[in-house]
T-cell receptor, first 110, second 116 residues
Framework: KQEVTQIPAALSVPEGENLVLNCSFT??????LQWFRQDPGKGLTSLLL?????REQTSGRLNASLDKSSGRSTLYIAASQPGDSATYLC?????????FGAGTRLTVKP | KAGVTQTPRYLIKTRGQQVTLSCSPI?????VSWYQQTPGQGLQFLFE???????NKGNFPGRFSGRQFSNSRSEMNVSTLELGDSALYLC???????????????FGPGTRLTVL
């Protein structure tokens, strides 16, 4: 059974800092991995999707990497802003199953 | 294009009652998935519908059911509500096969269900 873990559970950084969020999964036979952002009480917004054949994806200040062999993905956020404060979740798709991590709650202080 | 919409946004029910939640996907999307999100269990997959047929189902009891209509709108129903059913229920739709973003899911704002 695929298990997805996100560390740390919470992170607080000052504005302008670069940061890395981590996601690990136990079964490397995945179809894709997706990073989402969730604001309090709201739905999820897809940030980046990495197919199993890809190593990384970039969008603006965000860069996500994937290392299937080690079962890890990272989300790099450059020059963080208070508006980046949210919970970030990773999800792995394996067959028809999609499993989410518990998320990392990020707070960016002005 | 309008995003995924869910109604109602908030709902309060008592134990033993039943509830129906509605989801309207993005126009042109035929796949709709439902998720339950709780502080303790996180985000868990309930089921997926495609072209009015349930394509996948998560590990939830039979009290949880759903359906999809010909216009791709979907409903989920929970019967005999329990306190533990209190959660944020999220719906997501996916673009049709053959489009570049077919693997991306677009989520609605969710329905917050409180069971008293």
């Amino acid at each position: 059974k695929q298990e997805v873990t996100q560390i740390p559970a919470a992170l607080s950084v000052p504005e302008g800092e670069n940061l890395v969020l981590n996601c690990s999964f136990t079964d490397s036979a995945i179809y894709n991995l997706q990073w989402f952002r969730q604001d309090p009480g709201k739905g999820l917004t897809s940030l980046l999707l990495i197919q199993s054949s890809q190593r990384e994806q970039t969008s603006g200040r965000l860069n996500a990497s994937l290392d299937k062999s080690s079962g890890r993905s990272t989300l790099y956020i450059a020059a963080s802003q208070p508006g980046d404060s949210a919970t970030y979740l990773c999800a792995v798709k394996q067959g028809d199953d999609m499993r989410f991590g518990a998320g990392t709650r990020l707070t960016v202080k002005p | 294009k309008a995003g995924v919409t869910q109604t109602p946004r908030y709902l309060i029910k008592t134990r033993g009652q039943q509830v129906t939640l509605s989801c309207s996907p993005i126009s042109g999307h035929r796949s709709v998935s439902w998720y339950q999100q709780t502080p303790g269990q996180g985000l868990q997959f309930l089921f997926e519908y495609f072209s009015e047929t349930q394509r996948n189902k998560g590990n939830f009891p039979g009290r949880f059911s759903g359906r999809q209509f010909s216009n791709s709108r979907s409903e989920m129903n929970v019967s005999t509500l329990e306190l533990g059913d209190s959660a944020l229920y999220l719906c997501a739709s996916s673009p049709p096969q053959g489009t570049l973003s077919t693997d991306t899911q677009y989520f609605g704002p969710g329905t917050r269900l409180t069971v008293l």
